[in-house]
């Protein structure tokens, strides 16, 4: 069965720094790999997927994430945070069509001014 | 775009009480997931359906029950409330077909209902 960890639950990075989550995955075969953005009180929203290909793949609002096999992480990376980053972000490993998610813990970000 | 439409948004209900939520899916997306996420916790797959047919369950309580309807929309159905129940119910849903290529399954989320049980 497949399992994702985030070793960090929270951290806090000032306006303007850099930013990596990190994501672990533990699947047996080829994984589908997602990263989802909740702010509080709201739904998730989609930030970026990895299917196949190029394993740095490009989302919305400036994350970007890659796909590392040997490793079995598919971190989260931002060159610059803003403010409005501030949430709590799930990696999620999904699985071929008709079965279900499976989140991680989430890391939750805080944002210096 | 249209999103997953999820209602209530907000209920407060007490023990042993009944609650019914409902989710409308994206159009012409064939599968609807039912997630828990309880305070600080992830979300929980509680149980899906493809087609209006139960397709996969999960951590689901027995006082709990799910369908999909006719026109794709699905309710959540909680019985015998308990005040562990409380927590933000997200319906998502994907479109199976169109995925197939990639053999992926992108779930879209709705906002959410959040249910408190006093």
């Known amino acids: 069965a497949q399992s994702v960890t985030q070793p960090d639950i929270h951290i806090t990075v000032s306006e303007g720094a850099s930013l990596e989550l990190r994501c672990n995955y533990s699947?047996?075969?080829?994984?589908?790999l997602f990263w989802y953005v909740q702010s509080p009180g709201q739904g998730l929203q989609l930030l970026l997927k990895?299917?196949?290909?190029?394993?740095l793949v490009q989302g919305i609002k400036g994350f970007e994430a890659e796909f590392k096999r040997s490793q079995s992480s598919f971190n989260l990376r931002k060159p610059s945070v803003h403010w409005s980053d501030a949430a709590e972000y799930f990696c999620?490993?999904?699985?071929?069509?008709?079965?279900?998610?499976?989140f991680g813990p989430g890391t939750r970000l805080s944002v210096l001014p | 775009a249209a999103g997953v439409i999820q209602s209530p948004r907000h209920l407060i209900k007490e023990k042993r009480e009944t609650a019914t939520l409902k989710c409308y899916p994206i159009?012409?997306?064939?599968?609807v997931y039912w997630y828990q996420q309880g305070p600080g916790q992830d979300p929980q797959f509680l149980i899906s359906?493809?087609?209006?047919?139960?397709?996969d369950k999960g951590s689901i309580p027995d006082r709990f029950s799910a369908q999909q309807f006719s026109d794709y929309h699905s309710e959540l159905n909680m019985s015998s409330l308990e005040l562990g129940d409380s927590a933000l119910y997200f319906c998502?849903?994907?479109?199976?077909?169109?995925?197939?290529?990639?053999?992926?399954?992108?779930?879209?989320f709705g906002a959410g209902s959040r249910l408190t049980v006093l």
């Open positions: 699947y047996g075969a080829t994984p589908y």
């Open positions: 990895y299917f196949s290909g190029d394993t």
């Open positions: 359906f493809y087609e209006k047919m139960q397709s």
């Open positions: 159009p012409r997306h064939d599968t």
């Open positions: 998502a849903s994907s479109l199976r077909k169109r995925e197939a290529d990639s053999g992926a399954n992108v779930l879209t």
């Open positions: 999620a490993v999904g699985a071929l069509y008709g079965q279900n998610f499976v």
